[in-house]
């Protein structure tokens, strides 16, 4: 049984593995070709914590995939990261334990911000450069990565926003340091307006800013929505996109960014990312379109990723 | 983190502290202090297996857990046992993980053999003694043990009856040797007519045996039926019971034993367990009822055996 610690799967972690493994899985799943377990919902509301689990398999692989991921927002304070958690896979055929990946969330962060780029790359207009990061925390700085990393075809600028002022400054001054362009911006609704691409990453329960905002041709990936109440955009934003694409139609209806616009329109159209990808179903249509994207995360990008580093692991040994 | 194997584990284990753990929780269970996540299944038709993923947190304790067990019920035929699986603590102030319990199934085999014999214990006649099980499986002997180890009031005579006549016959051999009283029995229904306590634990998918072999006055406890389909008693025997108990009545009327009364008559009236344990209802009320108990397993159950091993751990290293 491969048994493994964060900094150990940070080595034997592939960057351009994961992103084919993980576009591969968004299809896979689109296709019906996952199964998926219940997402179980735990929350501590004492400790500002909570804890979801998702499983999964992948029709015809090796082995199935447990994720347990929590999230404890008062731990920066104590000095500990506020994501945690491991990935475990199990024999599709005996449920062997085959590997404990103790990424203590670093997979989950890595593979929610694959997907986001997946997404925006296969969906914002191809001269896009300017990109709106809301958010400051982890998941902002993991999506500002793996944008730059995806699309290498242009040249971004990140411009980032969040409420704490000090922690966009910092985030921008580290991107900056990694080689990449980016800046703190005092202004949101002015950021909005003069954006291309927009991730948002919060934890947010009501929209960010007033629709209205978003030009034509832009694109928005929101991130943060994933429970019951969640909401980063303006319901009228999602309700008239040009384009409406989620991860996991039943996931993000029921508790993601399109929850909202749904309980208004119980007919809500959307496409999940996987038919996009996989060109079955056509992304956008004109440099006028805004399209949107509700990313809620799903078991087939924890099956992938951890696939990668059962490889990885492999490849290592018998080397 | 406590990282624990099986041996490990069963060395820690006390019986005692396990009975008065489990008997606490499902109290706790079914006061409403037991915070549940939904119950995950997977399941690997060609390789003849499947996945539960149960999750929980008691009120005001310091860590949630969560139980992944597996069957594979071709593994036997492979030299490997059927059940596998682990129990995962994480502090419920911080997410971070406290135990990886790699049990392979042996702490979900225990606290649901301790679940039926308080079951048992609880409802039925004060001088039942003619204990008939039927199944000859891991299950089956766990629940031999724990009812003659719970039950040391009177002098227990177990009959076992199987399928496989070869099994019963080993089971029987060796509870003999383990100094407890046993016979195989080859005749279902006389043993049924026979039998003061009866312990179903197979995968059945229809009911074990007819309507009207169960005397009165006697006790059954279903333990086998834990998902959509799963029967091992007649539905007429459930439906006309003097009282039906279960550990958690929406799993129970879902996916347990009681699915198929409930699914004749949806205000079929049932009890927890808990209940019947905290005094707060009456069980039997004379030595003519029949008393049945639905077992499906409940989180709490994964949580109190869990919590065992972590304290003794700490008190061994304490020494």
């Not at 692989?61 to 104590?78: R, W």
């Not at 954006?195 to 209205?212: H, Q, R, W």
Request: hydrophobic fraction near 45%.
């Amino acid at each position: 049984m491969l048994d493994l610690d964060k900094p150990q799967i940070m080595t034997l972690f592939d960057f351009d593995t994961a992103v084919q493994r993980i576009h591969d899985a968004y299809i896979a799943s689109a296709e019906g070709n996952v199964q998926t377990g219940e997402v179980v919902h735990l929350a501590f509301a004492e400790a500002n914590g909570d804890c979801h689990v998702k499983s999964g398999y992948i029709a015809g692989t090796a082995s199935y995939v447990i994720k347990i991921a929590s999230g404890f927002y008062d731990n920066p304070a104590k000095g500990l990261p506020s994501s945690n958690g491991m990935m475990l896979a199990f024999s599709a055929a005996t449920g062997e334990t085959l590997a404990i990946l103790r990424d203590e969330g670093w997979l989950t962060d890595m593979r929610t911000a694959i997907g986001g780029a997946l997404a925006t790359r296969a969906l914002a207009r191809a001269d896009a450069t300017q990109v709106l990061i809301i958010g400051a925390g982890i998941q902002a700085r993991f999506q500002a990565m793996c944008h730059a990393k995806l699309m290498t075809d242009r040249a971004l600028n990140f411009h980032i926003w969040a409420r704490n002022a000090s922690a966009a400054q910092t985030l921008s001054t580290d991107l900056n340091a990694a080689g990449y362009s980016a800046i703190p911006v005092p202004d949101l609704n002015a950021a909005i307006g003069a954006a291309d691409i927009i991730t948002t990453t919060t934890t947010a329960t009501k929209p960010l800013f007033a629709d209205g905002l978003v030009r034509k041709g832009s694109h928005v990936t929101a991130i943060g929505a994933d429970c019951p109440g969640k909401q980063e955009l303006p319901t009228k934003l999602v309700a008239a996109a040009s384009l409406r694409v989620c991860d996991m139609a039943s996931q993000s209806l029921h508790h993601g960014e399109f929850q909202s616009a749904h309980r208004n329109d119980a007919s809500l159209q959307v496409t999940e990312l996987g038919h996009i990808l996989s060109g079955e179903q056509i992304g956008r249509t004109s440099d006028e379109d805004i399209t949107v994207v509700d990313l809620t995360g799903i078991a087939a990008q924890d099956i992938a990723i951890t696939q990668t580093i059962i490889d990885a692991a492999a490849g290592a040994k018998a080397q």
